[in-house]
């Protein structure tokens, strides 16, 4: 049995990143006697380069066709330049809203290996185990927006948010039945005291809340979130929260891990998934062999999970990774005195290798 998994290595340090996840989840399948058949796919600067389009086409057609999409990271300075509609991220942003990818699941666990490198207290993240569920589709980064408009001499310009009922009942529904796999806690995030979209977000969570009493939820406003996050991170289980804020709270959440590489991502929704993990390109460490490609390892494995229904082997890259770490190995974010440095292809290998003796 063959998957057919779309794989956009993208710009930066993604291509470097993406070929060892492969490697990982090409042998974690290889365990359960099953395969996954690649198809490299072009998308962000690299696709501007080639054919002047962040999001090509055959690219989008090879992702809906998939059983899953692989993805690196896109976007560096060289293309910061370019019109705001054919910026490099537009390849992401685009690949979300035509496969109507409307939760984004960012987990946050922080091995205790790593505990020691979190810039918070070692004893403050130990057990840390946060699933935070962004909603993915909707408000201020697809509103109607206005760049470059002059009004009396002044230049101006808006991002409008907005959401509607339907849009935060399937993130809400979502998160809850994530929360009853976990530890049935769910904290909403907004920003009630003062905007209009949080009134209705919370509302709503309200009111779905109360046909689930199994579920503890409650409410945080975004800039106190925030503040728990750093303050008192092991009193959150599942997190739900809107595009924007998810965006921003899942950085901060990352570095509570000790280092954002280690961070994955699986988009959902109704059509194809896509995994990638959630730092940028790098493009200052690009080609170097520095990149910590654990983030990305560690989406194969979500995506083995989420998409291919594959959890056995999901776990088994899991497990392989804690084992790598446990071992001492670490790319050069993650190592720390009496722990050994590898590259990213050695980073790649070390798990393969590990998964064969699982
Ligand atoms: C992320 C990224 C993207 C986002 C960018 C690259 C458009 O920051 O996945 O968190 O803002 O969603
Ligand atoms: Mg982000």
């Known amino acids: 049995m063959s998957y057919d998994v779309a794989v956009i290595g993208g710009d930066g340090i993604g291509p470097e990143i993406v070929a060892e996840a492969q490697r990982v989840l090409q042998a974690a399948l290889k365990q359960y006697g099953k395969s996954a058949e690649f198809t490299s796919c072009l998308a962000g600067g690299a696709a501007i380069d080639a054919v002047g389009h962040p999001l090509p086409k055959e690219t989008l057609a090879a992702a809906h066709k998939a059983d899953a999409v692989l993805l690196g990271a896109v976007g560096g300075p060289q293309w910061d330049t370019v019109e705001p509609e054919l910026r490099a991220e537009k390849a992401i942003l685009g690949l979300r809203q035509s496969l109507e990818l409307y939760a984004n699941l960012r987990p946050i666990r922080v091995p205790a290996i790593l505990a020691e490198r979190s810039p918070l207290k070692a004893e403050k993240v130990t057990g840390v185990d946060i699933l935070i569920v962004r909603e993915l589709s909707g408000g201020i980064y697809y509103g109607e927006r206005q760049e470059g408009a002059v009004q009396d001499g002044v230049e101006q310009a808006f991002d409008k948010e907005s959401y509607s009922v339907p849009e935060i009942e399937r993130i809400t529904r979502f998160a809850f039945r994530a929360a009853k796999l976990r530890r049935n806690k769910v904290t909403s995030v907004d920003k009630a005291n003062v905007l209009a979209t949080s009134r209705l977000w919370r509302r709503t969570v309200e009111k779905l809340a109360a046909t689930e009493p199994e579920i503890k939820v409650n409410h945080l406003y975004v800039d106190n979130c925030a503040m728990q996050l750093i303050l008192a991170p092991k009193q959150f289980d599942v997190i739900v929260t809107n595009n924007l804020f998810g965006d921003i709270l899942s950085d901060e959440a990352a570095v509570i891990a000790g280092s ?92 393969e290798r590990q998964i064969g003796k699982i």
């Open 260 to 351: 954002i590489g280690m961070l994955p991502s699986a988009s959902i929704g109704s059509g194809t998934g896509l995994y990638e993990p959630i730092h940028g390109s790098a493009p200052d460490i690009a080609g170097r062999g520095l990149a910590n490609p654990l983030g990305t390892i560690l989406s194969a494995a979500l995506l083995l999970r989420y998409s291919l229904k594959e959890e056995a082997a999901a776990c088994l890259i899991e497990a392989a990774v804690d084992k790598v770490l446990e071992e001492g190995y670490g790319t050069i974010d993650l190592v720390q005195s009496g722990m050994t440095q590898v590259t990213t292809s050695e980073m790649g290998r070390l798990v």
